[in-house]
């Protein structure tokens, strides 16, 4: 049983709909959406339930109109909540219930307002009061079923109401023993499915098809989406220059309440953010080298928040050394602590005081590993990476990687026992030209396994 929801957000207004941009709130697409010769189905914001816009479908009078949606499987029980609205009253089959290949029953309005059941050639079951559905307001139909007894014992309840503003039913129909067909439901016909001659106007809005259910599906209930922050590239810039950074943010079912630029690192005492609302922020770097992680922060107006980051990075250059950036791992495996004085996993590696590090839990055969990330340089004529080890007892085998972003350039294995050593590993031509693709995003792992 799983409830699948059909919003029919398509901007702009007026566009045509098909079966790309027919999409429900879990990525399903329409498998038809056909209008006829001379109909149109199109999205508009002139009626609209929920959201941004409905669905409109104008007939052409000569062939049927129809999006047929899919279940998200077929079952022989199942429900449907249907916004359907009109400023004419006609006579129409507005719903098929459909197996794979045709149909099981039809949900209609009839010239009086009331809604029918019928089955799949079009003989009516029953229907509710008059008046039960209504010109020139949303009306949502619910119904649910069971054709899982047999040709002569389906079972399907219908309410009906006015939109989500009242609990009371303006309508109700509760049939048994009737023909709702034998297979499973798989599709749904939404339109005028059956009437080649319709030529007026009517919108649907805010559907939900769930297979397997045996209760109502209710009113369509709006899941607040959270604003969409996009960050522009990681840049580099020198020490004591200026970086103006790139953020879009965007809002599909509502406005954007506030925004905020802040950083991730360093977690504090970073430089001042000037613009930090608007989508171009700013500061001044300070010394090299140095990394800088952005985060630009947008709330709705319904509070839901969404966030990207993106980099900064001040590099060092020349043959210095590239120390650990003072911020915790990137990745850990097993249990690691952190011994000493430090704050930061890599506070406590860049600190050659051997009274503060990082220590493994106990090795047992399964592999231990901890990355951290390099502060930034710039490219590299050679290289050597130095990292140093010591066990607490006994000895051990370490294997140490140097990493760009995910990727391994060169590995090596060492053997350590327990007097803290310096190792110094030479990097391979091929490590140096794959350092520096990007030497602003260089890691280094140590994986003790045995």
Do not use: C
């Amino acid at each position: 049983m799983t409830n699948r929801q059909w919003l029919f957000d398509v901007t702009p207004p007026g566009s045509t709909l098909n079966t790309t941009n027919v999409v429900s709130q879990d990525a399903a697409t329409a498998s038809v959406v056909t209008a006829g010769a001379g109909g149109t189905i199109t999205s508009s914001d002139t009626h609209v339930h929920s959201g941004v816009t409905s669905a409109r479908f104008v007939g052409g009078g000569t062939v049927t109109s129809v999006m047929r949606l899919p279940f998200v499987g077929a079952a022989a029980a199942g429900a449907v909540s249907v916004y359907h609205r009109s400023g004419t009253l006609t006579s129409l089959d507005i719903i098929n219930v459909r197996h794979t290949s045709g149909q099981l029953f039809r949900i209609s309005v009839s010239g009086t307002g009331a809604i029918q059941v019928k089955d799949a050639s079009g003989t009516v079951l029953g229907s509710t009061a008059s008046g039960a559905w209504a010109i020139d307001r949303w009306n949502r139909i619910e119904a649910k079923w069971d054709n899982s007894g047999g040709s002569a014992a389906g079972v399907i309840d219908v309410e009906v109401y006015v939109g989500d503003d009242t609990t009371t039913p303006t309508g109700t129909l509760n049939l048994s023993g009737v023909n709702l067909g034998t297979a499973q439901a798989a599709t749904m016909d939404i339109g005028s499915p059956n009437l080649f001659s319709y030529t007026g106007t009517h919108w649907f809005d805010s559907i939900q098809m769930d297979n397997g259910r045996t209760t109502f599906i209710g009113p369509y209930v709006v899941v607040n989406q959270a604003p969409e922050v996009t960050a522009g590239p990681a840049q580099t810039v020198g020490e004591s220059e200026t970086a103006t950074l790139s953020f879009s943010v965007s809002d599909l079912d509502g406005t954007i309440a506030s925004r905020s630029t802040t950083f991730d690192f360093p977690a504090s005492g970073g430089p001042t953010i000037s613009g930090g609302t608007t989508n171009s922020p700013s500061f001044t770097t300070g010394s090299a080298p140095a990394l800088y992680i952005v985060r630009h922060t947008a709330v709705d107006d319904d509070g839901a928040e969404g966030s990207a980051t993106t980099e900064v990075r001040v590099p060092s250059s020349g043959a210095g050394t590239s120390a650990p950036v003072p911020m915790d791992a990137t990745a850990k495996t097993g249990t690691w602590s952190l011994e000493g004085d430090a704050d930061t996993d890599g506070e406590a590696l860049a600190d050659e005081d051997d009274d503060t590090y990082l220590e493994s839990g106990e090795i047992s055969g399964v592999a231990q590993e901890v990355t951290v990330r390099l502060l930034p340089r710039t490219a590299l004529a050679s290289g050597t990476l130095t990292v140093r080890l010591a066990t607490d007892i006994g000895s051990a085998t370490a294997t140490v990687r140097l990493r760009r972003g995910t990727t391994v350039l060169q590995q090596w294995t060492q053997a350590v026992n327990a007097t803290p050593t310096d190792y110094d590993f030479t990097l391979s031509g091929t490590a140096v030209s794959g350092a520096n693709l990007d030497p602003g995003d260089l890691r280094v792992s140590v994986s003790v396994a045995s």
